[in-house]
């Protein structure tokens, strides 16, 4: 069983393009995330979420939105893609909200190439 | 946020322990330390998580120090499987700017 899935794997797409990824968990977890990864291997967090708070890592472009339609759901929307956004993005969750003692399981990966 | 250091890359063989240490100098009293392993194409896993002195659990060691300005993570008897990039993470209450690093990519040799 897949504790943290998310699709698409893989994701090509053109410059000004609006895409989603999707992230699903079944561990029942409280607290959902995003991360951006890029070609240095940075793991940066854009996004936690539980049914209470939304943290938005100020960092992050406007562009991005995360949209949770229920606690096992954390989607990621991108509006207006550019060449920049090519990196792996991760979801991930965790029990509680506590991220400094918590956990996190990571799903596989969604690999965006933007052309 | 607490900045960590750690080696970029290390070498190992089979059956060796691995002992692979990182600095946090400015690590704050909420501060929690938690390693990670990642594998190529697949996010990252937890390993192990430590607030001072030692833990153990099956799969690896931490080891603390009183200042708590550093910490070494030891795998014993490394085989080709954990053959990954490790990363250290120290992460207080205000988590919105958690970044994990570029970690410590560990080739096992035969």
């Known amino acids: 069983d897949t504790a943290v899935s998310q699709t698409p794997k893989y994701l090509v797409t053109q410059m000004g393009n609006d895409k989603s990824i999707k992230c699903e968990q079944n561990?029942?977890?409280?607290?959902m995330y995003w991360y951006k990864q890029d070609s240095k291997k940075f793991l940066k967090i854009m996004f936690s979420?539980?049914?209470?708070?939304?943290?938005i890592n100020e960092t992050v472009p406007n562009r991005f939105s995360p949209k949770s339609p229920d606690k096992a759901h954390l989607n990621l929307h991108i509006n207006s893609l550019e060449l920049g956004d090519s990196a792996v993005y991760f979801c991930?969750?965790?029990?509680?909200?506590?991220?400094?003692?918590?956990?996190?399981?990571f799903g596989p990966g969604t690999r965006l190439l933007v052309l | 946020l607490a900045k960590t250091t750690q080696p970029i890359s290390m070498d190992s063989y089979e059956g060796q322990e691995v002992n692979i240490t990182c600095s946090h100098n400015?690590?704050?009293?909420?501060?929690?330390i938690t390693w990670y392993q990642q594998f190529p194409s697949q996010g990252p896993r937890f390993i192990i998580q430590?607030?001072?002195t030692k833990v153990t659990n099956e799969v690896a060691s931490l080891f603390i120090p009183a200042d708590r300005k550093s910490s070494t993570l030891s795998l014993p008897r490394v085989s080709l499987s954990d053959t990954a990039v490790y990363y250290c993470?120290?992460?207080?209450?205000?988590?919105?700017?958690?970044?994990f690093g570029a970690g410590t990519r560990l080739a096992v040799h035969p």
């Open positions: 991930a969750s965790s029990q509680g909200a506590s991220v400094n003692q918590e956990t996190q399981y």
């Open positions: 561990l029942g977890h409280d607290t």
């Open positions: 979420y539980n049914n209470k708070e939304l943290i």
């Open positions: 400015n690590i704050a009293t909420n501060d929690y």
């Open positions: 430590g607030y001072k």
């Open positions: 993470l120290v992460v207080g209450r205000g988590y919105n700017k958690l970044i």
